[in-house]
């Protein structure tokens, strides 16, 4: 009894670290928006009006840099924003455990009757451990859902989020099934416009060093200097950091319809690959116009998804074979 009550205490105590830990974790997340709130409102100023409106010489180059950075800055922008923003998907109701059933498992301690309390329960909701009767069937105490295919609890979130893909740090927010578009979209529009204001910050480098900057005194000239290498080194580095990092790792990754949580699960091929064409519509939808904005467009409900080949050998022979190839 004494140690049942030792380590209850000891739970409490975790737990309590755990929640100090986690919105100490908030906090920083949300000092990091407020930078790179500050750091994209920086960049516009020195671009829009150090480098273009000061420093480049000609109205239809100037004109011409304006139009075609404010359209990439306004996408840029709007993909954050809706990144940050949207509450991530969390299941449905349907998913949640009935009272009585919740009563039942909670009362029992042998796990073999909690999974089949579970299995009942989870009859006729669309999982795919229904096919797959060797997965067991994924339980959150806390939300007190029978979890969705694809879905997991964020500690960091504190809720269960449907096709999470990763909490990121930087958006204070959870990447999944509601924003994951807006994400890609971000990481699109972000090189983007590193490349385009590199180039233009070089091609005035270019009219600096060659004495091509008419009306221009000493001071103005060090401050122009200053912001053209300060925006070409900021955003060559910032460019090839996202293109390594993230733009390869997430497109690929969205083409073989796999979240960051999946890599290297599904033996070696997942039940969710429905070829290329399929797997980008799944997240960018069927609707070419929207692919490139901003808006939500992706398939289904987050909840449950269509299934590829792999589940046909499921169906057929009962279990998964990891050693066939898809
Ligand atoms: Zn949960
Ligand atoms: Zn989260």
Redesign the pocket.
């Known amino acids: 009894m004494e140690k049942q009550e030792e380590n209850c205490k000891i739970d409490i105590e975790e737990e309590e670290t755990d929640k100090e830990y986690y919105s100490c974790m908030r906090r920083v997340s949300r000092i990091m928006v407020t930078l790179i709130i500050g750091l994209l409102a920086t960049w516009y100023y020195i671009f829009v009006v150090e480098l273009c409106i000061f420093t480049v010489p000609s109205p239809a180059l100037k004109a011409t840099f304006l139009v075609i950075f404010h359209i990439l800055f306004f996408l840029c922008v709007w993909s954050y924003l809706r990144v940050v923003i949207t509450p ?1 998907a969390v299941p449905p109701e349907t998913f949640r455990l009935s009272e009585s059933d919740k009563q039942l498992y909670l009362s029992e301690e042998r796990p073999e009757v909690q999974e089949q309390i579970l299995s009942r329960a989870a009859k006729n909701l669309p999982l795919y451990y229904n096919i797959d009767s060797e997965t067991p069937i994924k339980y959150c105490r806390k939300c007190q859902f029978i979890k969705p295919d694809r879905c997991h609890h ?4 504190d809720i269960c ?1 449907l096709k ?1 893909d990763h ?1 990121c740090i930087f958006l204070n ?2 990447v999944g099934f509601s924003n994951y578009k807006f994400f890609l979209l971000f990481l699109l529009y972000v090189p983007l416009l590193l490349i385009f204001t590199s180039a233009v910050s070089l091609y005035c480098s270019i009219l600096f060093w060659t004495d091509q900057l008419p009306n221009m005194d000493s001071k103005d000239s060090v401050i122009a200097l200053f912001c053209m290498s300060t925006l070409f080194c900021m955003s060559t580095l910032f460019c090839i950091i996202f293109c390594y990092q993230y733009i390869y790792c997430h497109y690929s990754l969205v083409l073989m319809n796999q979240t960051l949580l999946e890599v290297g699960i599904h033996c070696e091929y997942n039940p969710y690959d429905l070829g290329y064409r399929k797997n980008w519509r799944q997240v960018f939808g069927n609707k070419k116009r929207y692919w490139f904005i901003p808006i939500f467009s992706s398939l289904g409900d987050g909840s449950s998804f269509p299934l590829g080949d792999a589940t046909e050998d499921i169906e057929k022979n009962g279990t998964i074979d990891c050693q066939t190839p898809k």
């Open positions: 991530p964020c500690t960091a979130c989020i999470v909490h927010n959870c």
